[in-house]
């Protein structure tokens, strides 16, 4: 089956040990193959605009954007339904977001319905308040999980469908505090 959308993801491998086993029974997006991750932009193009010239923008941008360090400090909720981890700082994935949408903007954050798009680690929705605060309970044990942001990742699938598949793979700016490829693993795009 071809892929019918595609999503703008910064996967976060080291959040993975404390909220994997969550992720696989309360996050639908975990059972398409999709890495513990925050969101850049979802929905994004469809597959089939995605071509050279889309890929060397959005290469641009994210060069133009500094890798950088994040906790995931606490966990938080969406109302009574979504459970999530938060980043701090915030304002990178912000960034990258803002830099995505002003290059294409006829692919705004969750397709325009949020006014504020909250950069977040999805653990699980639309589950039982008991199993989510009790993922919650075991999860915050974990923390801090410190991670260092290097690239961007784009991926395309089915909703509901497994699996999603990595497109390509976008590296980040130089660290602002220290030279590129030291002390982060280097990617090639």
């Given at each position: 089956?071809?892929?019918?959308?595609?999503?703008?993801?910064?996967?976060?491998?080291?959040?993975?040990?404390?909220?994997?086993?969550?992720?696989?029974?309360?996050?639908?997006?975990?059972?398409?193959?999709?890495?513990?991750?925050?969101?850049?932009?979802?929905?994004?193009?469809?597959?089939?605009?995605?071509?050279?010239?889309?890929?060397?923008?959005?290469?641009?941008?994210?060069?133009?954007?500094?890798?950088f360090d994040?906790?995931?400090?606490?966990?938080?909720?969406?109302?009574?339904?979504?459970?999530?981890?938060?980043?701090?700082?915030?304002?990178?994935?912000?960034?990258?977001?803002?830099?995505?949408?002003?290059?294409?903007?006829?692919?705004?954050?969750?397709?325009?319905?949020?006014?504020?798009?909250?950069?977040?680690?999805?653990?699980?929705?639309?589950?039982?308040?008991?199993?989510?605060?009790?993922?919650?309970?075991?999860?915050?044990?974990?923390?801090?999980?410190?991670?260092?942001?290097?690239?961007?990742?784009?991926?395309?699938?089915?909703?509901?469908?497994?699996?999603?598949?990595?497109?390509?793979?976008?590296?980040?700016?130089?660290?602002?505090?220290?030279?590129?490829?030291?002390?982060l693993q280097?990617?090639?795009?």
């Amino acid at each position: 089956m071809e892929p019918t959308q595609t999503a703008l993801i910064v996967p976060i491998p080291e959040a993975e040990d404390a909220v994997g086993r969550f992720r696989a029974s309360l996050d639908r997006a975990a059972s398409w193959g999709v890495p513990a991750h925050v969101t850049v932009l979802y929905p994004f193009l469809p597959p089939q605009q995605i071509d050279e010239q889309a890929l060397a923008v959005l290469r641009e941008a994210f060069a133009g954007i500094p890798r950088f360090d994040v906790v995931l400090t606490h966990v938080d909720w969406f109302g009574d339904a979504v459970l999530w981890l938060a980043p701090r700082p915030d304002l990178p994935f912000r960034d990258l977001t803002e830099a995505v949408w002003q290059r294409f903007p006829q692919a705004p954050p969750y397709a325009g319905a949020h006014s504020d798009v909250v950069p977040h680690l999805t653990i699980g929705h639309d589950a039982a308040k008991p199993v989510l605060s009790h993922a919650a309970e075991t999860i915050s044990a974990h923390l801090p999980i410190n991670a260092a942001i290097d690239r961007v990742r784009l991926i395309a699938g089915t909703p509901d469908v497994s699996p999603w598949r990595t497109v390509c793979e976008f590296p980040l700016g130089a660290h602002p505090e220290r030279p590129a490829g030291i002390g982060l693993q280097a990617t090639s795009a």
